[in-house]
């Protein structure tokens, strides 16, 4: 099953761990694993700090100071950067489901990482039982 999102910034980290916690709790699985899958070459998704706001804009400030929107880039579309970015956050992040709900850490986030925005995106979420 996916969610679609609707990104509102040329490049925005959003928290999509309630999403992910309610698929858990709808799927019923008390152990297992939920696996989150970005199927876009320009968004991504990483776990990182949720609780302060500032981790993120940090985030995305190193990497386009790292990989700049205007830079040494071939590609035609002239979205290389984001391209980049995209894989180093990674296309998929798995979270263990222990006792019905994630076992996240108490500073952990799951983030939809764009990076090309503002746009409408997608984000699947499958859940195991194991
Ligand atoms: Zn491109």
Redesign the pocket.
Known sequence: MYHRIQTTKPQQFINITNMVADEVKKSNVRDGIAVVYVPH??AGVTINESADPDVVRDMISALDKTYPVHGDYL??????H??IKASLMGSSCSVIIQDGKLLLGTWQGIYFCEF?GPRNRKFYVKIMEG
């Open positions: 070459t320009t590609h035609f579309e002239g979205n290389s984001a391209h090309d």
